[in-house]
């Protein structure tokens, strides 16, 4: 009785599907995803830089107006065109000697002011707010009769950027003290 061998392209045949199921199995267990890290750390660090580079640009703002904006429209055109920005940026310190550019260069070596405007990840916009705060102040005659009331509001005192990918925020809508802090460091 003799047995029949199955033919040599059946084995061939089976041992290229075996290689490339090895394949694809390692593309998709080990390569995939230290892509998908590496574009996620890439991601956040630019949109950090993004949100610092705007907490720089709010200073200046500050200094100039003795409030902040929540225009970013307005915030990429003063930084775009007004002078006390350039001067900021290509100044020395008389002291230290140093450069008084207080800007974060991107991942790709530059600083484009229009970047300011979207996350790289999915594009959004950055979420920009400022605070804004009434108070009033009731002036009473000695027989108890209101003579007038002085009402105050105050818009741009502080101020909050935040990631809309979830990367963090810059700023405090409610205490003056973390007014320029971001929520990594």
């Known amino acids: 009785m003799s047995t029949k061998s199955e033919p040599w392209y059946l084995h061939a045949g089976l041992y290229a599907v075996i290689l490339v199921l090895i394949y694809v199995l390692i593309r998709v267990a080990i ?4 892509e998908i890290v590496e574009n996620e750390k890439y991601f956040k660090a630019e949109s950090r830089a993004r949100m610092l580079n705007i907490r720089e640009a709010e200073k200046l703002w500050f200094n100039k107006y003795n409030r902040f904006t929540d225009s970013m429209d307005s915030l990429v055109n003063f930084l775009k065109n007004d002078p006390s920005v350039q001067k900021a940026i290509t100044g020395t310190d008389s002291v230290t000697g140093r450069s008084t550019n207080t800007f974060v260069s991107l991942k790709d070596g530059e600083l484009l002011w229009d970047s300011l405007f979207r996350s790289p990840k999915t594009g959004q916009p950055f979420l920009l707010a400022v605070d804004t705060s009434k108070s009033a102040d009731t002036v009473i005659d000695r027989r108890g009769n209101v003579i007038k009331v002085d009402s105050t509001t105050v818009i741009g005192k502080r101020y909050v950027v935040t990631s809309p990918d979830g990367y963090g925020s810059v700023g405090d809508l409610y205490s003056d003290a973390m ?6 460091e």
């Open 179 to 184: 007014r320029f802090t971001a929520s990594w």
């Open 31 to 34: 390569i995939e995803p230290q």
